[in-house]
């Protein structure tokens, strides 16, 4: 065995069966050729009787067939008399697969198809239980229709089809993969040859139809799943989490770059990786919600001074990563574009709940240092704003959280000297505050933070705050608003790609109206460029604020000014304008 597949069966009998061994595994069937029927996910919480996975394919012998695949794994791996003879073992669900057909009306043929049960585990059958397998197979199966996949076959297919095809094709493929393994649990590790590996895998051709396609995905999904398992044996999924926005995004770009946001299975593949990403952020929020729910939860008791500046720009971060989730939770499983209705509104609620006490109990919140937390902010108000389930409770607290904003603002300004940096120079924040003056590279006489906290107070209807901000900010600072450069290139897919403020301009010196209404009017008559996301229209439209946390994109104005309702005319104006009006009738007079 080659140490290329030493390197495979290290990872594949590490694996559980739950969320694990039968997450990658659907992908290796697709790979074979086989179509999938039902996942365990399909089924979780019911009983599967000994079919965690059904799929159809064509066996060795030419014929098609259904498939009955029972996964063991974890303590069930290595089949001793024990686990073959216990309660849910190895003898119960191939009995089980045997007397319990599945049937599926929907799917022509298939209830027709002879069936073939496969038992796939990523351990051994101990020797002295293989005699007892063997009979039990002999006696209660027609020759045949049982086979046992263990760790030898496991390793063997997934090597050639999988891992063969991408991840360790070369020296300096294998490379980087030994090096994520290595190197996962460091905590400063900057997952740069992961990021290497995953745009090796997306240099493959934009043919739908061949299979290297389908091997793409399915390789994405299994370096993903691969990212995952080792970050939970380290217990620290900030790595795991870390790397699958970049492959996301790295994959949507792909898409995008090569005009395949429309195709079916492009959308189905790119689908799976939401669902691996809500599973990943799934686990890290259940793992530091605890902590954040708690007053300062969001703080380092051990990170000393640092905390001035380390606490907001965790807790700002935090916010932005949780309001994300929040998002992709609300479309969770499918991913087709369309939320749960009926559960939405409850979802939100809880949700809400959750948001407000995190907001409440950590100031760090509601302290930004750079310029690009007005993403945070952004966030939070449009999560609530931007929905029909906001309530006249959700707008007080928005008022509450932007006058706490405000007020953290006018201290930096006050006691520091200082706005948040305009450059996102984040050595230039950190010297500011160790050294207890301004860096020479610290920028704040410009800001689009302080523009879209404006504009927020017209979403929130805050116009006594807006007239305090007024007259603080005036004359301060050069209020400024970002648009997309028109351009031959496509922005959208360099959007997710990177970085794209080469492809930016700001509109400068936005004027500071008298008041909130007239403001709301002089936005209202703004019509710069736009930018319309073919991301939107396809369904995934929360992937733009991954894209702008994780590349330090701007959001586009367009994306809020669409919720500035238009201004309701007071009844003397009605009047006036009825009475000025001549009716059609007497024109013709």
Same mark, same amino acid.
């Given at each position: 065995?080659?140490?290329?597949n030493i ?8 694996l559980? $069966?739950?969320g694990?061994?039968?997450?990658i595994?659907?992908?290796l ?5 086989f179509?999938?029927?039902?996942? #365990? ?5 019911q009983?599967?009787f000994g079919k965690?996975?059904i799929a159809?394919g ?5 014929i ?5 695949f $029972? @996964?063991k ?6 089949i ?10 190895i003898?119960?669900s191939l ?6 057909e599945h049937?599926?009306?929907?799917i022509p043929e298939f209830n027709?198809l002879?069936?073939?049960i496969?038992?796939v585990h990523?351990?051994i *059958?101990k ?5 007892i397998?063997d ?5 209660n199966?027609?020759e045949n229709?049982v086979?046992?996949w ?6 063997e297919?997934f090597s ?6 991408y991840?360790l094709?070369d020296?300096?493929?294998i490379?980087l993969?030994?090096k994520?393994?290595?190197l996962?649990d460091?905590p400063e590790?900057d ?8 745009e090796?895998v997306?240099?493959?051709?934009a ?8 091997? !793409?995905?399915?390789?994405l999904?299994?370096l993903?799943?691969?990212l995952?398992h080792?970050?939970?044996k380290n ?10 926005h970049? !492959? ?5 770009s792909w898409?995008?770059?090569?005009t395949?946001e ?6 189905r593949e790119f689908?799976k990786?939401l669902q ?7 686990a ?5 919600? /605890?902590a ?5 939860g ?5 990170g000393g001074a ?6 907001p ?9 949780l ?6 939770r609300r479309y969770f #499983?499918?991913f087709?574009?369309?939320a749960p209705?009926?559960k ?6 809880l949700?809400?709940?959750?948001l407000f006490?995190i @907001?409440?109990?950590?100031d760090?919140?509601a302290?930004?240092l ?6 945070s *902010? ?9 929905? /029909?389930n906001c309530?006249?409770g959700?707008r007080a607290?928005l ?8 007020r953290?603002i006018?201290?930096l300004?006050?006691?520091?000297g200082r706005? #948040? ?12 505050s160790? !050294? ?6 610290y920028?704040d006489d410009?800001?689009f933070?302080?523009t879209?906290f404006?504009e !927020?107070?017209i979403l929130?209807?805050? #116009?006594?705050l807006?007239t ?9 600072v050069?209020l400024q ?7 031959k290139?496509?922005i959208e897919y360099r959007y997710?790609?990177?970085n794209i403020?080469?492809l930016v301009?700001p ?5 500071l109206?008298e008041?909130l ?10 019509h710069?460029?736009?930018?319309p996301f073919?991301t939107d229209i396809?369904?995934f439209p929360?992937?733009?604020?991954l894209?702008?946390f994780?590349?330090h994109?701007?959001i586009?104005?367009?994306?809020w000014?669409?919720l ?7 009844p003397?104006?009605?009047a006036?304008?009825e009475?000025?009006e001549v009716p059609?009738?007497d024109t013709?007079s």
């Amino acid at each position: 065995m080659g140490t290329e597949n030493i390197l495979v069966q290290e990872y594949l009998e590490s694996l559980k $069966e739950d969320g694990e061994l039968d997450r990658i595994f659907p992908n290796l069937l697709t790979v074979l050729g086989f179509t999938v029927v039902a996942t #365990p996910r399909d089924s979780k919480g019911q009983p599967q009787f000994g079919k965690d996975v059904i799929a159809i394919g064509r066996d060795r012998d030419g014929i098609k067939k259904r498939f009955y695949f $029972e @996964l063991k794994g974890h303590a069930d791996k290595d089949i001793d008399d024990s686990v073959f003879y216990k309660t849910d073992g190895i003898r119960e669900s191939l009995l089980a697969a045997l007397d319990k057909e599945h049937s599926d009306q929907t799917i022509p043929e298939f209830n027709g198809l002879p069936a073939k049960i496969v038992l796939v585990h990523n351990g051994i *059958v101990k020797r002295n239980t293989q005699p007892i397998l063997d009979e039990f197979v002999r006696k209660n199966f027609p020759e045949n229709m049982v086979e046992r996949w263990g760790i030898e076959k496991l390793t063997e297919l997934f090597s050639e089809h999988l891992f063969g095809e991408y991840l360790l094709t070369d020296d300096i493929s294998i490379g980087l993969l030994k090096k994520v393994l290595v190197l996962l649990d460091v905590p400063e590790y900057d997952l740069a040859d992961l990021e290497a590996l995953i745009e090796a895998v997306l240099l493959n051709k934009a043919d739908v139809r061949s299979r290297s396609f389908t091997k !793409m995905f399915a390789t994405l999904n299994l370096l993903g799943a691969i990212l995952f398992h080792y970050s939970q044996k380290n217990n620290n999924l900030t790595h795991a989490k870390n790397g699958i926005h970049y !492959m996301v995004l790295q994959t949507w770009s792909w898409i995008l770059r090569h005009t395949l946001e429309t195709k079916g299975p492009v959308l189905r593949e790119f689908r799976k990786l939401l669902q691996l990403q809500h599973q990943i952020l799934n686990a890290y929020f259940l793992k530091t919600l /605890p902590a954040a729910l708690l007053i300062d939860g969001l703080a380092s008791e051990t990170g000393g001074a640092f905390e001035t500046v380390g606490y907001p720009l965790r807790a700002m971060d935090y916010i932005a990563e949780l309001i994300y989730f929040y998002h992709l939770r609300r479309y969770f #499983p499918k991913f087709d574009g369309t939320a749960p209705l009926p559960k939405l509104a409850r979802l939100e609620r809880l949700q809400k709940a959750q948001l407000f006490q995190i @907001l409440r109990n950590n100031d760090g919140c509601a302290r930004p240092l750079l310029d690009r937390h007005s993403l945070s *902010v952004l966030m939070v108000v449009l999560f609530l704003v931007d929905s /029909p389930n906001c309530t006249d409770g959700d707008r007080a607290f928005l008022r509450d959280y932007l006058e706490r904003l405000f007020r953290n603002i006018i201290r930096l300004r006050e006691y520091k000297g200082r706005f #948040p940096e305009f450059n996102n120079n984040l050595t230039a924040l950190i010297e500011s505050s160790a !050294m207890l003056e301004r860096s020479f590279d610290y920028q704040d006489d410009a800001s689009f933070l302080l523009t879209i906290f404006l504009e !927020m107070l017209i979403l929130a209807d805050a #116009p006594t705050l807006y007239t305090t901000a007024r007259g603080y900010l005036s004359g301060k600072v050069d209020l400024q608003t970002a648009y997309p450069i028109p351009s031959k290139d496509d922005i959208e897919y360099r959007y997710f790609q990177g970085n794209i403020n080469e492809l930016v301009y700001p509109a400068t010196s936005i004027p500071l109206e008298e008041d909130l209404t007239a403001f709301a009017q002089y936005v209202r008559s703004l019509h710069e460029q736009e930018l319309p996301f073919k991301t939107d229209i396809v369904g995934f439209p929360f992937l733009k604020f991954l894209a702008a946390f994780c590349h330090h994109n701007d959001i586009f104005p367009d994306q809020w000014r669409r919720l500035i309702p238009s201004p309701i005319p007071s009844p003397a104006a009605t009047a006036q304008t009825e009475s000025t009006e001549v009716p059609a009738s007497d024109t013709s007079s």
